[in-house]
């Protein structure tokens, strides 16, 4: 099960950073990546990293914003955001794609946690 932690409440412009712990999984052999959803619309693809580290895909919302990166040691992937916007206000969820597929579909994920609630405020 993985937990995404990290959201808050931060103005326009401000920066945070999300993570997300795993337990009884090796985010080192997994493609991990993360979504958000606001209540009412599709959960909606952000960020991922591959198990090698090597490879990473963004959502064009996220690209020059947003920076995905794992720590092996401690078993925990992390969403650097920065220049926060309102329409960044969701639930973030982190889950990992055990077939570590070259293109990502959200229906390869598994292991979604609680999602951690992060608030833009204009």
């Known amino acids: 099960q993985l937990q995404a932690y990290g959201g808050g409440l931060v103005q326009a412009g401000e920066s945070l950073r999300l993570s997300c712990a795993a337990s009884?999984?090796?985010?080192?052999?997994?493609?991990v990546g993360w979504f958000r959803q606001v209540p009412g619309k599709e959960r909606e693809f952000v960020s991922a990293?591959?198990?090698?580290?090597?490879?990473?895909w963004y959502a064009d919302s996220a690209k020059g914003r947003f920076t995905i990166s794992k720590h092996n040691a401690k078993n925990t992937a992390y969403l650097q955001m920065t220049r926060l916007k309102p329409e960044d206000t969701a639930v973030y969820y982190c889950?990992?794609?055990?077939?570590?597929?070259?293109?990502?579909?959200?229906?390869?994920?598994?292991?979604w946690g609680q999602g951690t609630l992060v608030t833009v405020s204009s």
């Open positions: 990293i591959s198990w090698s580290g090597g490879r990473l």
């Open positions: 009884g999984r090796t985010l080192s052999r997994l493609t």
């Open positions: 889950a990992v794609d055990p077939s570590n597929a070259v293109a990502i579909k959200v229906d390869n994920f598994e292991s």
